[in-house]
């Protein structure tokens, strides 16, 4: 096994020429972002069921685009452990990843929990202890350790050997479709859109008016430019809560925007609060151009706390019946919504999801179904006659 990283064109090169035949390769990243915008890619770890190699994204000169092309090969599958944050890099590099597997996704659907572990999942499943020494490693760092190498591989190494166990459990048990479906959101490009002007469909606005919307967006579109612009995490530049109050506030000088709880003190005359009020002004010159259109949901009864409570407790005994994570069923929004609306526009009340807990769900609401304890057991039966 290479443990030494891949530093040079030629060496990448052939190492994809190579895996251009592999069904599959397991994929991790090291990277650093706590004090920037853009994550800062620090090593690449592949590996098939034989062999894991490192690759230096940091090398001098060396162009990852053998890499890219073989991660857009769709007769190659990708597989990753809580892919999120990875495949987010990778879109920042101009490919997401496709077909991808999540063994933290398909580890829900095959009984081991909600967000299981890469070290717990390993664990459980090989019977290995990962060794974690390394896990604080500052990756940008060079020269790296052996031992740190030795760890970063072992990311993908044991990962290659998990693909194929939970892969062949999940289509013995007919729930592959499943993790495909949730595949195919986190391979959406949407989620991982950084375009300033639809910052704002991160945050949840809280008025409606056409000069809160044109303030909100706006305040939005300047701290995801700023951000972007000086590399900087958003929060550093502005806090979540700081954009709601200007939105709602509208402070147009200096003083309005010194008055403001969420900002620090003397924002307002600084470089940024000057760039943040021209940027307020010209969008309330002419509010209802610059106001985002926000689908409002209607107004609903509350979800009565007791019917709530009860479908928590079946989603439970549904979740230990199939041995699937509750939370790749339903959320508590999801229940919430539910027992208001038999119809709610929710993924529990949808295909799988709907077969193994929505109908049951509706049957509990409509009083066909019963709750019982059986010792330490909670069982799901059907009323008769109901």
Known sequence: MVMQPITTNEALESLCSSLQSAPFIAVDTEFMRETTFWPKLCLVQVATSEDAWNIDPLAEGLDLAPLLRLFADTAITKVFHAARQDVEIFNN??????????????????????????DSLVRQMLKKDLDKASRFTDWAR????????????????????????????????????WVSEEMAALTNPALYDTDPEK???????????????????????????TAQERDQPRGRILKDEAIDEIATQLPLDPDAFNRLRSVSKGFGSSKFGLDLIDALKAALEDPDAHAPEVEREPRREPAPGSVVELLKVLLKACSEDSNVAPKLIATVADLEKIAVDDEADVEALQGWRR???????????????????????????EIEGA
């Open 93 to 118: 590099l101009g490919v997401i990843p496709q077909p991808l597997f999540d063994t933290q996704v398909a580890a829900m659907a095959a009984g081991f929990g909600d967000q299981v572990s890469y």
């Open 142 to 177: 060079r020269p790296l350790s052996d031992a740190q190498l030795k760890y970063a591989a072992a990311d993908v190494i044991w990962l290659a050997k998990l693909y194929p166990l939970l892969r062949d459990r999940l289509q013995r048990e007919g729930r592959l479709t």
């Open 199 to 225: 910052a704002w469909r991160r945050l949840k606005p809280r008025r409606f008016s056409s000069k809160y919307l044109a303030a909100f967006k706006a305040t939005a579109a300047w701290r995801e430019r």
């Open 355 to 381: 077969k193994l807990f929505g109908e049951n769900a509706l049957k509990l609401k409509r009083g066909e179904l019963a709750l019982v304890l059986n010792g330490a057991k909670v069982e799901v039966v």
